[in-house]
């Protein structure tokens, strides 16, 4: 979904596409705003922290994923267990036992049920104090494994930093209720589909994370919806925007002479100015300013509309 926005509530746009990368919460606010208009940044942390309609939790290919509240049961039933053993093996290549892995989530929870809703970096201090290993990458793991097995999720965002909260007293029981993972799904293929048409099974598998066998079937029983086809506005996407991770073969997106420049590889996807839905350079914030750093010399149509997409975003971050 990337087309010429509108009055779209933050909800509306996180529910049509049904997760948005959030590793880099700043991102994932900016991949809301080019999808509707008027937002801004702190509209987007308050519906995360006084609405509690939205939150962040491990889901999908293993990152953090925004999603709607209603959406985090069944994503989490879905993704989560094919994750654990790789989180489990990851902590022992961290130093960290399974017994020690057990008592961190412990912690984890007995720290979130005393205190309420706390940041990364407080949530490690508890856990080394109790002599927890916290070496290396093992805070990070720790509370991914804290997440997968459903004892936090991150909720509030406090002085620029989202906290963690117990996924009980956050989001309620809703996490416990039994999923149907057939019903699961039927559910994820078509939602994908709502955001993501034209796509296939082979996209949906590689978006979700999930082996192609369990999502081919029911890919095949929804009835995608075709829109009339329009190329959408320039837009100014954040690092790890939905319309360069939702599905598997991003060149339709990315001219292959430009593709090391937006996605150099180790994991990073840069921040991408698009026209007509093709990637035309890339971009940066500086100082509450924007950058763009274009491929080739534009049209003076499309810089135009880019420098008023630099000067929305610069907006939408102030507000």
Same mark, same amino acid.
């Given at each position: 979904?990337?087309?010429?926005?509108?009055? =779209?509530?933050?909800?509306?746009?996180?529910?049509?596409?049904?997760?948005?990368?959030?590793?880099?919460?700043? +991102? $994932?606010?900016?991949? /809301?705003?080019? =999808?509707?208009?008027?937002?801004?940044?702190?509209? /987007?942390?308050?519906?995360?922290? !006084?609405?509690?309609?939205?939150?962040?939790?491990?889901?999908?290919?293993?990152?953090?994923?925004?999603?709607?509240?209603?959406?985090?049961?069944?994503?989490? $039933?879905?993704?989560?267990? =094919?994750?654990?053993?790789? +989180?489990?093996?990851?902590?022992?290549?961290?130093?960290?036992?399974?017994?020690?892995?057990?008592?961190?989530?412990?912690? /984890?929870?007995?720290?979130?049920?005393?205190?309420?809703?706390?940041?990364?970096?407080?949530?490690? !201090?508890?856990?080394?104090?109790?002599?927890?290993?916290?070496?290396?990458?093992?805070?990070?793991?720790?509370?991914?494994?804290?997440?997968?097995?459903?004892?936090?999720?991150?909720?509030?965002?406090?002085?620029?930093?989202?906290?963690?909260?117990?996924?009980? &007293?956050?989001?309620?029981?809703?996490?416990?209720?039994?999923?149907?993972?057939?019903?699961?799904?039927?559910? *994820? @293929?078509?939602?994908?589909?709502?955001?993501?048409?034209?796509?296939? @099974?082979?996209?949906?598998?590689?978006?979700?994370?999930?082996?192609?066998?369990?999502?081919?079937? #029911?890919?095949?029983?929804?009835? #995608?919806?075709?829109?009339?086809?329009?190329?959408?506005? #320039?837009?100014?996407?954040? $690092?790890?925007?939905?319309? *360069?991770?939702?599905?598997?073969?991003?060149?339709?997106?990315?001219?292959?002479?430009?593709?090391?420049?937006?996605?150099?590889?180790?994991?990073?996807?840069?921040?991408?100015?698009?026209?007509?839905?093709?990637?035309?350079?890339?971009?940066?914030?500086?100082?509450?300013?924007?950058?763009?750093?274009?491929?080739? #010399?534009?049209?003076?149509?499309?810089?135009? $509309?880019?420098? @008023? &997409?630099?000067?929305?975003? !610069?907006?939408?971050?102030?507000?």
């Amino acid at each position: 979904m990337l087309d010429a926005g509108g009055t =779209r509530s933050v909800r509306e746009v996180v529910g049509r596409l049904l997760a948005v990368q959030a590793q880099d919460l700043r +991102s $994932a606010r900016l991949a /809301v705003r080019a =999808r509707a208009s008027g937002l801004t940044a702190t509209a /987007v942390d308050r519906v995360l922290t !006084e609405e509690r309609s939205l939150v962040v939790g491990w889901l999908q290919r293993g990152t953090l994923h925004m999603v709607r509240r209603e959406d985090y049961a069944w994503l989490h $039933a879905l993704t989560a267990p =094919r994750q654990m053993a790789g +989180s489990r093996r990851r902590l022992g290549e961290e130093g960290v036992s399974p017994a020690e892995a057990e008592r961190a989530v412990e912690l /984890v929870e007995t720290s979130l049920a005393a205190e309420g809703p706390l940041a990364r970096a407080a949530l490690a !201090e508890r856990l080394a104090a109790a002599g927890i290993p916290m070496e290396g990458q093992a805070t990070p793991h720790l509370l991914r494994l804290a997440a997968l097995e459903g004892v936090a999720v991150l909720g509030p965002v406090r002085d620029g930093v989202q906290a963690y909260a117990l996924v009980r &007293e956050w989001l309620g029981e809703e996490l416990t209720t039994t999923v149907d993972r057939d019903a699961a799904l039927a559910t *994820l @293929a078509a939602r994908y589909l709502a955001g993501h048409v034209p796509a296939t @099974a082979e996209d949906l598998a590689a978006w979700a994370g999930l082996p192609l066998g369990q999502v081919r079937a #029911p890919f095949g029983e929804v009835e #995608p919806d075709l829109p009339a086809a329009a190329d959408p506005p #320039p837009r100014l996407l954040p $690092a790890f925007d939905p319309y *360069l991770l939702g599905w598997k073969d991003r060149s339709f997106a990315v001219p292959p002479e430009h593709a090391r420049r937006v996605h150099p590889g180790g994991g990073v996807l840069r921040a991408t100015a698009t026209v007509n839905g093709v990637a035309v350079g890339t971009w940066r914030l500086r100082g509450g300013r924007v950058e763009i750093d274009a491929f080739v #010399p534009l049209p003076p149509e499309h810089a135009s $509309a880019l420098e @008023a &997409e630099a000067a929305d975003v !610069e907006r939408f971050e102030a507000g």
